[in-house]
């Protein structure tokens, strides 16, 4: 079946600029994770969804990032007022049920901030 | 929170041989251990996993061991092929994995033919 989608694979926006990221889960699976890789480091984990809830919110780096999901699947991550910081290459995963753990990632947004 | 780090950052080893990447964890709370390989340009793909309630894994040439007590674990990866060049990621997380991943910072394995 069709894997993690997302979408743009990449985009290139002029600092002050707002943008969303959006990703599209594997149907059926309730969990969704917003990681952050910047180059040729390690993930960094943002958020995770749970049906349409966000339990965990921890890992989101300011106020200026915020993610909504809307009827248990896709789901958008907001930067707003981006900075040249926040240049990565932005991650989605997604989990079929709670308990079962395995977070299969899709191919990423990259994204640079001018 | 939980923190990763991940040993050593560079491994190069020769086709044919063993490689093991280490990994150690802070929080005494996390119970779900995944390893991910990831290519060059392209997604992170879980490799093996391991949960808190065992010591070893294994599939094919991939094993993964945890030592609850000193809070660490390793890959190991047998019979090293050229296709095993890539960069792997240890993470590790509460709740059985339901919530959010900490990864270590990565370790770029160089096969040499």
């Known amino acids: 079946g069709a894997g993690v989608s997302q979408s743009p694979s990449n985009k290139v926006t002029e600092k002050g600029k707002d943008v969303e990221l959006r990703c599209d889960p594997i149907?059926?699976?309730?969990?969704l994770y917003w990681y952050r890789q910047s180059l040729g480091q390690g993930l960094e984990f943002l958020i995770y969804?749970?049906?349409?809830?966000?339990?965990?919110k921890s890992g989101l780096p300011s106020d200026r990032f915020s993610a909504e999901r809307t009827g248990g699947s896709v789901s958008t991550l907001t930067i707003q007022r981006t900075q040249q910081e926040d240049s990565a290459v932005y991650l989605c995963?997604?989990?079929?049920?709670?308990?079962?753990?395995?977070?299969?990632f899709g191919p990423g947004t990259r994204l640079t901030v001018l | 929170g939980e923190n990763v780090e991940q040993h050593p950052s560079t491994l190069s080893v020769q086709e044919g041989d063993s490689a093991v990447i280490k990994c150690t964890y802070s929080?005494?709370?996390?119970?779900?251990f995944p390893w991910y390989k990831q290519e060059l340009g392209k997604r992170p793909q879980l490799i093996i996993d391991?949960?808190?309630?065992?010591g070893e894994k294994k599939d094919q040439r991939i094993a993964v061991t945890l030592n609850k007590t000193a809070k660490h674990f390793s890959l190991h990866i047998t019979e090293t092929q050229p296709e095993d060049s890539a960069v792997y990621f240890c993470?590790?997380?509460?709740?059985?994995?339901?919530?959010?991943?900490?990864f270590g910072k990565g370790t770029h394995l160089i096969i040499q033919p």
């Open positions: 391991i949960r808190s309630n065992v």
């Open positions: 995963a997604s989990s079929p049920v709670k308990g079962r753990n395995e977070q299969f």
């Open positions: 149907s059926g699976h309730t969990a």
């Open positions: 993470a590790a997380s509460r709740g059985g994995g339901a919530d959010g991943l900490t």
């Open positions: 929080d005494s709370a996390s119970n779900y």
């Open positions: 969804f749970q049906g349409n809830s966000a339990p965990d």
